[in-house]
C-alpha cells in the first residue's frame, strides 16, 4: 500500500489516501528506485499530484508560507526547460551586464529555492562534516530570504506549489517561464540527472518521463499551469519558448530587458549580451558550466564527473537519442496531454 500526499488548503495540511497500485503503477515505481536513489535520496513520494524526492514535502510546506516581494524576479520551467543560458540571461540583462557581478557562481546569485527538498541534507553532512558550510549543504529558502533585493530565484515548481502569494496572484513579482519540448527535456534532464544521481539507460528515463515518475512531473500539468495564467493580469508572467531563443537570441533579449522594465539596448550593449551568452563563453565559462556542482557530486555523492551540461560529449549524443519509435510515443503522448487546452504546440504531432 503507498499514500498519496497532497494539499487540502493553502496551510498545505496532508491528508493520505490509501490506494492499492496497480502493477504497472508499482513496476514503474520500482523502477524510479532502482535507478533514481542515493544513500541521500532514498526514495521518492507524490505530494499534490507532483513526484517528488521523499525530503520534499516539509520544504514544500515552508514555500508556501515564504514571503515575495514585488521586486523579485523568478524564473521557471519544467528541470532542464529553463537552462543555464535562461538563468544567465536573465541575471545579466536584471543587472545591467555587470561583468563583475557575474563573475560569482550562478547558483550563488540565482538560487534553487527548493535544492533543501531534493537531498537528505542532514544525513549528508552527518556522513561528512566538511561540507556543513557548503552552499550545496545549506537551508536552501533560509539563503534565498538573505539574499539582497532584488532578488532572483529559481524553481521548478508549478504554480501551485510555489508560494502562496505566487499561487493567488498576489504579488506583482515578474516569473519567466520557460517552455521547451519534451522530447528536448526529457534528453536534457537525462544527461543532467547522470551528473547528479541516475544510473538507468536513456529508454528507462524517458519511461519515468512519459509515465510522470521524474522528480518534478507530470510534464504537462507543471506547463499548462503556468500557460493558463500567462494573460492573466493577476500574475505578471512572461511564458518563452525555448525554440524562440534558438532562433533569435537577440529578439528574445530584447523581450526578456523590457518585461525587466529596463531601457533598450543600444547596439554595442546587445553586441556584449550575445558574446557573454555564445556557446563557447557559456561552455568555458567556470561561473556557469556548473564544474562546482560537478565536483561536489563527484567527490561527496559518489557520482562520476563527467562534462559540462551546457555542452554534450560524444557519448551523450548517442546514449540519449530520440528513437522514431520512441518519438511516436511521445507524439501520441503530446496529443492526447493538450487535448482539450488551448495550448498552442507550434508544430504537428501524429497520432
Known sequence: MEYLLFYLNRQVQPRRIWWSPTKEAQDLDALLDKTFTTEFRTGYTNVAGMTVPNTFPPVAERIDRMTVYDDDVWLGGFPTADSTLVQEMVWYLGNNLDDIGAVMELEVRFPLLEASGLLDKSALIEAYPEVKHHLFAQDSIEYVKSIPRPRYIQSNLP??????????????????????????????????????????????????????????????????????????????????????????????VTKVRAFLNKPPLSKPEMELVLDHLSPQNMENNPAVNHRYLFEFAKEYLNIPEEEEVVGEDEEDQQEAKMTPELQAKFDDWVFKKIRGTDFYLGRDVQN
Not at 188 to 199: D, E, G, L, N, Q
Not at 209 to 237: E, G, Q
Open 159 to 252: 504554480l501551485h506549489l510555489l508560494p502562496w502569494s505566487w499561487q493567488s496572484g498576489q504579488t506583482n513579482a515578474k516569473m519567466i517561464y520557460v517552455y521547451k519540448e519534451p522530447e528536448d527535456v526529457c534528453m536534457s534532464f537525462f544527461k543532467y540527472a547522470k551528473h547528479i544521481a541516475f544510473r538507468g539507460t536513456f529508454e528507462q528515463f524517458a519511461t519515468l518521463f512519459l509515465n510522470d515518475r521524474v522528480p518534478f512531473a507530470p510534464f504537462w500539468s507543471h506547463v499548462i499551469s503556468f500557460w493558463n495564467k500567462r494573460n492573466d493580469l493577476s500574475y505578471n508572467i512572461l511564458f518563452l519558448r525555448y525554440k524562440e531563443i534558438e532562433d533569435d537570441l537577440a529578439s528574445v
